[in-house]
């Protein structure tokens, strides 16, 4: 699934009215017609005791007439219960909102209209569905303080948010910031029209104050922003909606990135999602994994990484760690093969580089940084590793603490071959000398700019990863589970992604099938902890792979 940017849509509007033809009020019409049919599907689930709890904060796209308002039209009143507040912005989201409104109404759902400001400053189509809601006869009131909480008390039973649209800049003032907050504060459920109010379409920001939707119904395309925490929190379940504009971006616009799914895998990044076998294949034909990691007080994290390298289905592992931590890890894993680099005492040494270089040149891809600790010589160690390795080479953890330190990758020279950083947020605040809340503020802009300057694949790591390739394209992963927020969870990260480059695939293909299969082992991992994923710790991902 595609995702744009709030200029990408304002594009992709004008295109599809002034290019291809199509009406603006058609869009409108059909855009109010679609929030419509997700209200009246959530009032379907919660009559037959079918909502869960909270929002699942998933994002799926439903094709248009899969739950058609033809199953709930008939003679009013169809839903006696239902009582919809419906928030009226001035601009093309309060329009979509009106449309809304009257759909409802058809479906016999009782409604009322609630205005940011007087209707008659509404402009283009919302002020033509503004006439059509008036010579209907729809009940409506500007806004004043205290009324979501007036509506309540009239039994209302949930609320549509048209406030503001993706065109909305900084956070919302004056009337519209008062009814957000009244809104949040009545605790009824949300349905937000594109997106939430309060959202940066862009960033996944939330100013103060934020719609806090439980559903969100995005109109045409995603929109970057709610890939992103803290605003996939605020959009709740994400449902994106067709409304007639095409399938297919304006010529020569390129989306700003791609949902992570088993379609997308293979038609954007030719991958096959079911890893199969050839029947003459051998462990010669799945590739060679070097893996440098582990020291005294972290060899675990090596053999989190080592082992997923393995489960990935690379045919060999070389996990080399330092000489005097053999003897502690020998037979941990039989099928892995050990190799003595690095100094005394259990750590590393800058010596240690040659050595990695030799193994490498039997093998097809170097993974390093899990458990690395920090050492004289570092800089001297892993830039000769950057400079001198001819294969693709993982780089985590440590690795990226000691390249961050040094200035690097900028004051190094560019490599030949592909490499891939898979920072976490902190990690990646060190390496663009940023705080890990800028890193945060920006996920997916941030990525893609350092990917490109640098000419590195960049895993920036967290709830919604982002894979960002050198050539500017970016992919988001939306599998995975809140517990697998453990120490060692990366490690096997890192692994998993070694072992996939280590089987042909390239550095973009190997990063983002990686996070996607970690994310999925991770949803089963917690799964089988039954009902209790916070014992989740990073092994259970590895056995899940």
Same mark, same amino acid.
């Given at each position: ?11 992709? !509007?004008? $295109? ?57 039209? #008939? ?18 989201? #309060? ?5 809304? =409104? ?11 209209? @609630? ?34 909480? =007036? ?24 009337? $519209? ?46 929109? +970057? ?11 709740? !379940?994400?449902?994106?909606? $067709? ?10 616009? =390129?989306?700003? /990135? ?6 997308? @895998? ?38 989190? +990484? ?8 690379? #045919? ?42 030799? @193994? ?11 458990? @690395? ?22 780089? !985590? ?13 900028? +004051? ?101 099938? #990686? ?6 082992? /991770? ?23």
């Amino acid at each position: 699934m595609k995702f744009v940017t709030s200029e990408q849509m304002r594009a992709v !509007d004008r $295109y599809a009215i002034e290019q291809i033809g199509i009406p603006a009020v058609a869009l409108m019409e059909n855009a109010g017609r679609a929030i419509a049919e997700e209200v009246l599907l959530f009032c379907r689930q919660r009559r037959e005791g079918r909502l869960p709890e909270r929002p699942e904060e998933t994002i799926r796209e439903r094709p248009a007439g899969a739950d058609s308002l033809d199953r709930d039209l #008939g003679s009013p009143p169809a839903w006696p219960e239902e009582h919809w507040l419906i928030l009226i912005g001035k601009g093309n989201n #309060g329009g979509d909102g009106l449309v809304c =409104a009257r759909h409802l109404v058809d479906a016999g759902v009782r409604v009322s209209l @609630l205005y940011a400001e007087e209707p008659e400053r509404l402009g283009g189509e919302a002020a033509l569905q503004h006439a059509i809601a008036a010579a209907l006869g729809l009940p409506g009131e500007v806004y004043t303080p205290g009324a979501v909480a =007036a509506a309540r008390s009239r039994g209302v039973t949930g609320i549509v948010d048209a406030l503001l649209g993706t065109g909305a800049k900084g956070a919302p003032r004056g009337a $519209y910031a008062s009814l957000i907050r009244e809104a949040n504060e009545s605790r009824l459920p949300i349905v937000a029209a594109d997106i939430p109010s309060g959202l940066d379409a862009d960033t996944g920001a939330v100013h103060d104050p934020c719609i806090e939707a439980r559903i969100t119904v995005c109109l045409a395309f995603l929109k +970057a922003g709610l890939t992103q925490y803290p605003g996939a929190k605020a959009a709740g !379940d994400v449902i994106v909606r $067709y409304i007639g504009i095409p399938r297919a971006l304006p010529p020569g616009m =390129a989306e700003a /990135g791609v949902l992570l799914t088993e379609e997308s @895998l293979r038609g954007e990044l030719g991958v096959d999602p079911g890893r199969r076998r050839e029947a003459d294949g051998h462990k010669g034909t799945y590739g060679h994994v070097l893996l440098a990691a582990g020291s005294l007080t972290m060899s675990g994290a090596g053999l989190l +990484a080592a082992k997923a390298a393995l489960r990935a289905g690379s #045919g060999l592992v070389t996990w080399a760690l330092p000489e005097a931590l053999l003897p502690q890890v020998l037979g941990a894993v039989p099928e892995l093969m050990l190799a003595p680099a690095g100094g005394e005492a259990g750590a590393w040494n800058a010596a240690a580089a040659s050595e990695l270089l030799r @193994l490498l040149e039997a093998r097809d891809v170097l993974a390093i940084g899990p458990g @690395l600790g920090r050492f004289p010589g570092e800089d001297g160690f892993l830039r000769a590793v950057w400079e001198g390795a001819p294969r693709p080479l993982v780089v !985590d953890a440590d690795a990226l603490n000691i390249l961050a330190a040094a200035g690097a990758p900028a +004051a190094w020279p560019r490599r030949d071959a592909a490499a891939i950083l898979t920072p976490h947020p902190g990690e990646m605040a060190r390496l663009a000398g940023l705080s890990t809340a800028e890193v945060q503020r920006d996920r997916i802009g941030l990525a893609r700019r350092y990917a490109v300057q640098h000419g590195v694949t960049l895993v920036l790591k967290g709830a919604r990863t982002v894979v960002a390739a050198p050539d500017g394209r970016v992919f988001v992963n939306v599998t995975g589970h809140p517990g697998m927020a453990t120490g060692g969870s990366g490690d096997v990260l890192t692994g998993l992604i070694a072992g996939l480059l280590a089987q042909g695939l390239d550095a973009v293909q190997a990063a983002a099938f #990686g996070v996607y299969l970690h994310g999925q082992a /991770g949803e089963r991992a917690a799964a089988a902890r039954k009902g209790n994923p916070a014992s989740l710790i990073a092994g259970d991902i590895i056995e899940a792979l």
